[in-house]
């Protein structure tokens, strides 16, 4: 069974039915469903010369970046990058922008800002699929307010490595928390007429050898973890757009992956969209046989394989020929499912930056995650007399992660530091911070307060200024970027000797972390609280302020494990990092240079499913968050099929909850998976009711090309977070099994 964008579908699987409602299956915004969009696709295609039939398969990166500097083509923008249209047929360019947190900034090459959201794993923090809805349809707003018809957005690998790279732009360790949130943000962006990927497809786990990186997985492990975010996010989101990523998959390109895109996600899951590739991923012509569509950022390519090479493929051969017109069908049929023909992007459109500001500090509020508050340190009383605020950069603004996904307002950053060592993509990857400043925020919020700062830098400075303070706020940073994995996960910069000697100095010191990874936390016991802010965003400063001032009760969720060391991890050495020079664009530095990236040691026990394996603690555990409040949550019933409870606020403060429901046993053998969550508003005393459906899928197991549920005992338990769980509830499952 194939399952199709736009279309109802409802599988019996036995007791259980699985129902996709039309209006979750097609795409928001689209101006056909997908049927009349197809049909719309062939009667263009049926017009079109062989010329231009590879007009659409191919396209330049709109940047000067690379071996040659592009012209801009007549209604290109400055961005990621640029496919011809058809004039003559009415088919609409497509201009391309990175991305999931904004309308990219690239390194200034335009000058007309745009809002930062906060990074992937703070919004993730959020467990709020609304939110991400809401900040999906702001940034697809102000991307076709420039002009932009296409967002490569919708990042939704699993964090397998808390020290890769692009964590910060992911969501999370979870297959069903990544593809429910991811396909929100999908669909609100796709709300805008506007086509919006969803990548980097698959198993981009890091970014050391990026293109040469093969991630080793069996097909049981891949379906049932990172395959199967895909698969829920498309589902949700029903993006028009496939990104294929930079790394291999068991040995071939993931854009030259006939697996991966003819046999998953064309034939399996009915995937009727068009696959692009990311910028650089194309090796060879053949790509366009194993299932890619659409070539881009060409010149990055050894050669533009997909326009004069394969029209030479489609005039020889009927199966090139066949399969040109399929990779225009489908380009086309996203062109038209999205309205692009029809409700063109103009630039130059208004943007109410005060309001997506307002948006970008919402969800920002929602992700913050309170790890520690000893003794209710937090929240601040506004009557404290001397605050010292301690390094982070704090004055000026807050850290945002660099790559392609920058985001920054028209006038760039407020600092930028310049490591110099990565010669050629310095101003994409150099730290940055956003223009709003948490030390101003709080000065907002303690006008009675002296607030004192110092940058950190000089230890004995920093221990003088918490000395005389009621309260120290330590911000901690940590840069990352795409491109460049981290060495470990300590914090940089002395950070650490900084953080102990503050809190050696003054007991009622707070870190605030702006960090875009897990990081270990050697002077947690030293600490009155710290709270986990990520890269913020454009209201980043306030929302912080507001959380450490009460005036937002914090209610972020750890969407990853923090684990204690890397020795907990399933690759305490990261693979290939002692043995390859950092490099952004990630080529072999010779032709037989190789990393094989392990993940059958895992499999699909990803992040809190692999601690749960091995028995171990970790220091902070997926799930994890604490409130200003507290919260019950009780009266767990399930079938196995949907299951009800009730979240309760115990204490004497508003605050939100995430519940949060774990199967912890598969057919009588120990196996740990988020199977539902939902997040609540509570008003103190107040308890709700709440219901989720459990995914089949998420009980099953992948054998013999298809899920099967084995018979017999499953239990499932209430969590505040993956390790803390309540009063087991079992139920037995009869024996089934199904197709995609
Ligand atoms: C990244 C993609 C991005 C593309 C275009 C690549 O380096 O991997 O995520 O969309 O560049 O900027």
Not at 625 to 630: A, E, F, K, M
Not at 633 to 658: C, H, I, R, Y
Request: hydrophobic share 40%; aromatic share 8%.
């Amino acid at each position: 069974m194939h399952r199709r964008l736009a279309s109802t579908l409802s599988v019996s699987l036995g007791a259980i039915a699985l129902v996709l409602t039309a209006a979750a299956a097609q795409a928001k915004g689209s101006e056909a469903p997908l049927a009349a969009a197809e049909a719309k696709a062939d009667k263009t295609l049926a017009q079109m010369t062989p010329a231009e039939k590879t007009v659409l398969t191919h396209g330049i990166m709109a940047l000067p970046l690379g071996p040659t500097l592009p012209t801009l083509p007549e209604g290109a923008i400055w961005g990621a990058g640029f496919i011809h249209g058809i004039p003559r047929l009415g088919v609409p360019a497509l201009t391309e922008t990175d991305a999931s947190l904004g309308v990219a900034y690239v390194m200034g090459m335009r000058k007309d800002g745009a809002t930062g959201l906060p990074s992937g794993l703070s919004m993730a923090s959020s467990w709020n699929p609304e939110a991400l809805r809401k900040s999906g349809a702001m940034i697809g707003s102000e991307a076709r307010a420039k002009g932009f018809n296409v967002l490569l957005a919708g990042g939704a690998n699993l964090m397998r490595d808390p020290r890769a790279g692009r964590t910060f732009e992911y969501f999370s360790e979870d297959p069903l928390l990544t593809g429910d949130l991811v396909g929100a943000a999908i669909g609100g962006i796709q709300s805008n007429h506007i086509i919006s990927t969803i990548k980097h497809f698959a198993l981009n786990g890091q970014e050391t050898g990026r293109k040469f990186v093969s991630s080793q997985i069996s097909d049981p492990a891949a379906r049932e973890s990172d395959l199967l975010a895909f698969q829920i996010g498309i589902e949700k989101g029903q993006p028009l757009a496939v990104m294929c990523a930079y790394n291999k998959v068991n040995g071939a390109s993931a854009c030259d992956n006939d697996y991966l895109l003819n046999t998953v996600l064309k034939k399996d899951w009915g995937y009727k969209g068009f696959v692009m590739s990311d910028w650089g991923a194309v090796p060879s012509l053949e790509t366009a046989i194993h299932g890619l569509d659409q070539q881009s950022g060409e010149q990055l390519d050894k050669q533009v394989w997909l326009d004069k090479p394969l029209a030479a493929a489609a005039a020889k051969d009927p199966a090139w020929a066949a399969r040109l017109d399929d990779m225009n069908r489908r380009v086309l049929t996203s062109i038209y499912a999205a309205g692009l023909d029809a409700n063109p992007a103009k630039p130059g459109g208004a943007i109410d930056f005060e309001a997506d500001a307002k948006i970008s500090g919402d969800i920002a509020r929602q992700g913050i995650v309170l790890l520690r508050n000893e003794g209710g340190a937090l929240p601040l009383a506004a009557s404290a007399k001397r605050i010292a605020v301690i390094g982070g950069y704090a004055n000026a603004g807050v850290l945002t992660g660099g790559g392609s996904s920058q985001v920054h307002g028209k006038d760039g950053p407020v600092v930028t530091i310049q490591s110099g060592e990565h010669t050629g993509f310095d101003a994409l990857i150099a730290p940055t911070w956003q223009p709003s400043s948490p030390m101003q925020a709080i000065k907002a919020l303690a006008p009675g307060a002296t607030v004192t700062y110092r940058s950190g830098d000089v230890i004995a400075d920093a221990v003088a200024q918490a000395k005389k303070a009621n309260v120290a706020i330590v911000f901690a940073v940590k840069p990352s970027s795409e491109g460049f994995d981290q060495a470990d996960l300590s914090l940089p910069y002395g950070q650490d000797e900084l953080i102990a000697a503050v809190t050696a100095a003054n007991p009622h010191t707070i870190v605030v972390l702006e960090t875009g990874n897990p990081v270990a936390m050697p002077w947690l016991d030293k600490t009155a609280a710290v709270m986990e802010a990520w890269f913020p965003g454009a209201r980043g400063g306030e929302a912080i302020a507001d959380v450490l001032f009460g005036k937002v009760n914090p209610s972020g969720h750890l969407p990853i494990t923090f684990p204690k060391s890397v020795d907990q991890l399933p690759r305490p050495v990261l693979d290939g990092y002692n043995e390859f020079e950092p490099n952004f664009a990630g080529d072999p530095p010779t032709p037989d240079a190789r990393i094989t990236a392990d993940y059958n040691i895992e499999g699909s026990d990803v992040g809190y499913r692999w601690f749960a394996r091995k028995g171990e603690a970790p220091l902070f555990p997926f799930g994890f968050g604490l409130s200003y409040t507290t919260f019950a949550s009780t009266g767990l019933k399930t079938d196995g099929k949907t299951a009800s409870f009730t979240l309760s606020n115990t204490g004497k403060v508003q605050g939100a909850t995430v519940g949060q429901l774990y199967m912890v046993s598969q057919a009588g053998t120990p196996r740990q998976r988020l199977v539902g969550f939902q997040r609540v508003d509570l008003a103190p005393g107040a308890s709700q009711k709440v219901s989720v459906t459990i995914d089949p899928r998420l009980l099953a197991e992948w054998k013999d090309g298809g899920w099967t549920i084995a018979a017999g005992d499953y239990t499932f338990a209430l969590g505040s977070d993956a390790q803390h769980l309540g009063q087991p509830v079992k139920v037995h499952l009869s024996a089934r099994s199904w197709k995609d």
